[in-house]
């Protein structure tokens, strides 16, 4: 059993450095990830439901038939269409996310931030963000900064690392999209940075994702207002589908930088220290567990108004949101497995499922497996074994379009 987990290391090596490869010529990678665990290809997953609603370019399904519901600390427990406590709002068309803005000191200087996640679900109840236990599995490594911080409230942390936000993002596109020919990122995490914080929050020990936003050096560009007040920011919200359904999230960090560029948000290499990769495909048991799988097709179909329209491709050249696939969101079906460090799944359509039209919008993680198992889908560059690419990026969700008839 160790000489299999060996090779399928060597394996999953290999692939992260095909994707480096396939994106150097952008600028992106300063240094490769270390060695992930191989994904499973098995098509069990959560259970798919059929859904005839129709769909439309710019997420993944019309917002018909639904109940719009805002994320918050008690989802996991509640029913998916009861609307619990949140500090989060959002504007009538879920694009715009408005979060309590707090602040915070870094080595002394000025920052500002919010909060998401948090590990523990008193201080998720406190703060009223999402209750993710996930993000403990994390703590002890480098993906957590560590803060010698005592708060009680949001405000108050002392981060150990910040970002620089004076870069400007570059984002050059290829004929196809992706991988695009030049990309730099528009912010990047001063050594040591991590979203990720360890605080003593009422005396006990509690992860926060608290994402850097603000400060010396300029803004997040995903920010579209803060208040006179600075006690609350709008930013920018992306679209994505989840069991048939359309996700609402915020995205602030990659540990790729070709990612980072592509996502408009800070370059965290250190997010890719998060146990661990694959440790959440179906299959696959690994612990400790900080991550949730999340795939993100590289070439699919295009056009601002094709309602087929879904990938990192699309993306880029549409300037719209890519539609990824995740596994989990925080409902009581879940069993905790949500967690905004999205494990990273490289999906590409064949050409042989391009030329059979095969190649439609897949709105369902188990069934865009299937797509694998059937050979019409590999991983990324074009022919590999899918399965986890090598790195991580943040992206706490905001809200749901429950489908009121499931």
């Not at 803005?101 to 909060?115: A, D, T």
């Not at 603000?214 to 919200?237: C, L, M, P």
Request: aromatic residues 8%.
């Amino acid at each position: 059993m160790r000489k299999m987990r060996l090779s399928l290391r060597n394996r999953a090596t290999m692939r992260v450095v095909a994707v480096a490869a396939a994106v150097a010529s952008a600028g992106a990678v300063s240094a490769l990830p270390s060695a992930m665990a191989l994904a499973a290809r098995s098509p069990a997953s959560h259970a798919s439901k059929r859904d005839n609603r129709p769909q439309v370019p710019a997420r993944c399904f019309a917002p018909v038939e639904v109940k719009h519901v805002v994320f918050g600390p008690k989802s996991f427990f509640e029913p998916p269409t009861t609307q619990g406590p949140t500090s989060f709002k959002e504007n009538a068309t879920a694009t715009i996310v408005t979060y309590p803005l707090y602040h915070g000191k870094v080595n002394g200087h000025s920052v500002f931030y919010v909060i998401t996640d948090a590990s523990t679900r008193s201080v998720a109840d406190a703060l009223k963000v999402n209750y993710t236990p996930k993000l403990a599995k994390a703590a002890g490594t480098t993906a957590v900064q560590v803060s010698a911080s005592h708060i009680t409230g949001g405000n108050g942390i002392s981060f150990p690392a910040g970002v620089n936000f004076r870069p400007n993002r570059i984002l050059v596109p290829s004929p196809t999209g992706f991988p695009p020919t030049k990309a730099l990122p528009g912010a990047i995490g001063r050594s040591g940075y991590s979203p990720l914080v360890q605080v003593s929050f009422s005396g006990h020990k509690v992860v926060l994702d608290a994402p850097q936003i603000a400060n010396a050096t300029g803004r997040a560009d995903k920010i579209i207002s803060i208040s006179r007040d600075h006690r609350h920011v709008q930013y920018a919200e992306t679209n994505g589908c989840y069991d048939n359904e359309s996700v609402h999230y915020a995205s602030f960090d990659a540990s790729l930088s070709v990612a980072a560029a592509i996502e408009d948000v800070t370059y965290a290499p250190a997010l890719n220290s998060v146990p661990s990769a694959g440790c959440a495909d179906p299959m696959v048991v690994v612990q400790p567990c900080g991550r949730e799988s999340l795939i993100a097709f590289t070439n699919g179909q295009t056009g601002k108004h094709n309602i087929q329209r879904q990938g990192l491709n699309a993306a880029i050249l549409d300037k719209l949101s890519p539609l990824n696939i995740l596994k989990e969101i925080p409902e009581p079906a879940a069993q905790f497995d949500y967690s905004p460090m999205w494990d990273i799944h490289l999906a590409t359509w064949t050409a042989a499922a391009i030329t059979a039209g095969l190649n439609v919008r897949q709105t369902n993680f188990s069934a865009a497996l299937q797509q694998v198992a059937m050979g019409n889908v590999t991983g990324f560059p074009a022919g590999t074994a899918f399965g986890p690419s090598g790195f991580v990026v943040n992206c706490p969700v905001v809200s749901l379009d429950v489908n009121i008839h499931h």
